[in-house]
């Protein structure tokens, strides 16, 4: 067996009579980033924690490297966790931060060196040794969180948002030292966040959660192209979803949609029944075209209004049966002519058009319940923000 592997077994945590994780079921082999998406409250950091040890589960199993370690302390687990937070101590040096769990394994002092001064080459921090957690950038922060956690070599590494605290410029460039970091040691990532991009970037495969269970796992390209539901579609990246009425399949080929008096064809989801469904198609897949455009899948739209975002230029429109929906144009260096009012043909591919049930996997389950306030657990030394208290099975 691989070092680094992890297999969840119907796994499950319940506060009171709150139900945090709900019997999830995950495998995770070895070297793989991935990530565990959701809004507050979906359950992904209490799955962590319980990865991590802090929690003790309800019921079910926790593999690591084929033996199930539910019942063992974290210090017992080959895991490390990073924070959001760092959990840096302020009072030493950047060196002493990333060595600090050495201390405990006795190891000689050439060892020590050797493990402090490789840990800070790979996270770019060498010659900054001296330096206190004050002294650095939020970036630089979280690379000495990073290094403290590697030097241990541990075969998974817990990661709970540690980009949050950081600007959207910074965090960025560090999705991509972050993926690049994971692919050099070649250890096993698990990521929580509830942000989108974060885990569209860096994952190999990612699991969409909804009330304790996942609603839809695979590589980030397939749950975004193809979202099992309006949940998952919604939740995961930009979506335009729309009420509709499927009119089934003809003669096994694709299904036929009706967008008020439009009728359109969509070629993925689950079209072969009838009824009131939602139909999801992404902004950058809706093409603009004049008016007088004619064709099959096109619905009589008015401009609203255009927002420049710096890369592309997002258009709000009006399509005739009174569903609002946008475009997503790229910035190619032309800037488009759209006023407000302005009479289009909207244009929707039926191979982008995705037909999904109202509800779909979880719709018959109630509405996330409330939050039950379990304190976190963090290293000696660590300083807590409300937030994080706030929010402690996210």
């Known amino acids: 067996m691989n070092i680094g592997e992890v297999r969840l077994v119907n796994l499950t945590k319940r506060f009171d009579d709150v139900e ?23 359950g992904k950091t209490t799955t962590l924690r319980l990865v991590a040890g802090f929690e003790q589960p309800t019921s079910g199993a926790i593999f690591l490297d084929g033996i199930d370690v539910a019942d063992r302390p974290p210090h017992k687990r ?16 950047v060196a002493d931060n990333v060595a600090f769990g ?30 206190r957690p004050g002294q650095l950038s939020g970036g ?15 075969s998974v590494l817990l990661l709970d948002e540690p980009l949050g605290a950081l600007d959207a410029k910074l965090r960025r460039t560090l999705q991509v030292e972050l993926k690049a970091l994971q692919e050099s ?22 699991a969409v959660m909804r ?15 193809h979202p099992v539901d309006a949940y998952v579609a919604d939740f995961l990246g930009v ?3 729309m009420d509709a009425l499927s009119l089934g399949t003809a003669g096994g080929g694709p299904g036929r949609v009706r967008l008020g008096e439009f009728e359109v064809v969509a ?18 897949r809706v093409t603009i075209e004049p008016y007088e455009a004619s064709g099959a899948n096109r619905v009589p739209a008015m401009v609203e209004r255009q927002v420049f975002l710096g890369s592309s230029t997002q258009v709000i429109l009006r399509l005739a049966n009174g569903a609002e929906i946008q475009s997503l144009i790229q910035n190619r260096g032309e800037q488009p002519t759209y006023t407000q009012g302005t009479a289009v043909q909207v244009y929707l591919p039926a191979d982008a058009l995705h037909v999904l049930p109202l509800g779909g996997p979880l719709a018959d389950e109630d509405p996330a319940p409330p939050l039950h306030e379990v304190p976190p657990i963090q290293p000696v030394g660590a300083t807590h923000h409300a937030e994080d208290q706030q929010h402690p099975q996210d």
């Open 267 to 284: 070629e993925q989801g689950t079209a072969s029944s009838t009824g009131p469904v939602k139909v999801a198609i992404r902004p950058e």
């Open 239 to 241: 979506s335009n979803l």
């Open 211 to 225: 009330n304790g269970k996942v609603a839809q796992m695979g590589a980030p390209r397939e749950v975004y192209e």
């Open 20 to 42: 945090a994780v709900a019997g999830i079921s995950l495998e995770i082999p070895s070297g793989e980033f991935f990530s565990i998406l959701g809004p507050s409250g979906c």
């Open 102 to 131: 050495l201390r405990y394994l006795k190891l000689p002092k050439a060892e020590t060196a050797a493990r402090l001064g490789e840990a800070l080459e790979l996270v770019q921090l060498t010659g900054y040794e001296k330096r």
């Open 140 to 154: 630089q922060q979280q690379r000495v969180a990073l290094a403290r956690a590697l030097i241990l070599r541990p």
């Open 185 to 206: 040691v070649g250890i096993t990532f698990i990521y929580v966040t509830h942000d989108q991009e974060e885990a569209l970037t860096m994952s190999d495969r990612l």
């Open 78 to 93: 080959n895991v490390n966790t990073v924070f959001q937070n760092y959990a840096l101590f302020p009072f030493l040096s």
